[in-house]
């Protein structure tokens, strides 16, 4: 089985402008959570989607938003970026989800650098 | 809030020397565990898990790791470490139940260098 794509890989923005990142899971994963990834901060999670509904949400504020489309491949968009926004943005899905018990399998992520 | 410590930053060993890497959680529910590795230039790859029954676990390349519920730790152990072990290791924690959010809680992670 292909693993979890993330694309793009690179991207480098400059602040106040949005950004959207893709994410595609495992074939016949439901469940698709995102994290954010920085030296400081380590990985912190900011939501999961299952069967296109939000399930869970981290400490994140409302500039970061995401949505699951019916094939479960996810999207993340970030608005009126911030120089702290640049991070490893990974992508990680399952079949059960997290509140299912499920095992995560993580992507490559998604390297966003703001200027 | 639930949390994850993990107490080493960086662990530096030789080739054939044994490795553990402490993890201690605090949330007093029902928890999944797991241990996830980085290594360089790769993403992270599930190296083993806990869910239920024997606390001691054995994941991939010969690494191990035992569930000790009343200290609330889940330590990772190799016998014998090799140059190629070296990555970042990720302890992680998923609260079951009881209105947790059930999403993962990493660690900060630790680094672990292996001399040839």
């Known amino acids: 089985k292909a693993g979890v794509t993330q694309t793009p890989r690179y991207l480098i923005k400059t602040r106040g402008q949005q950004v959207t990142l893709s994410c595609s899971p495992i074939?016949?994963?439901?469940?698709v959570s995102w994290y954010q990834q920085t030296p400081g901060q380590g990985l912190q999670f900011l939501f999961e989607y299952f069967s296109e509904t939000q399930r869970n949400k981290g400490n994140f504020p409302g500039r970061f938003s995401g949505r699951q489309f019916s094939n479960s491949r996810s999207e993340m968009n970030v608005s009126t970026l911030e120089l702290g926004d640049s991070a490893l943005y990974l992508c990680a899905s399952s079949l059960a989800g997290t509140e299912g018990g499920g095992t995560q399998y993580f992507g490559p992520g998604t390297r966003l650098l703001v200027l | 809030a639930q949390s994850v410590s993990q107490h080493n930053h960086h662990v530096i060993l030789s080739e054939a020397a044994s490795l553990e890497l402490g993890c201690n959680y605090s949330y007093g529910g029902t928890v999944n565990l797991f241990w996830y590795v980085q290594y360089p230039g790769q993403h992270l790859q599930l190296l083993l898990k806990?869910?239920?029954?024997?606390?001691l676990v054995k994941g991939i390349k010969g690494f191990e790791a035992e569930f000790i519920k009343s200290k609330f730790s889940f330590n990772l152990r190799k016998p014998s470490v090799q140059w190629s072990d070296t990555a970042e290791y990720f302890c992680a924690v998923n609260p079951r139940g009881g209105g947790s959010q059930g999403n993962l809680i990493f660690g900060k992670g630790t680094k672990l260098s292996v001399k040839p």
């Open positions: 806990y869910f239920s029954g024997d606390p």
């Open positions: 074939s016949g994963h439901r469940s």
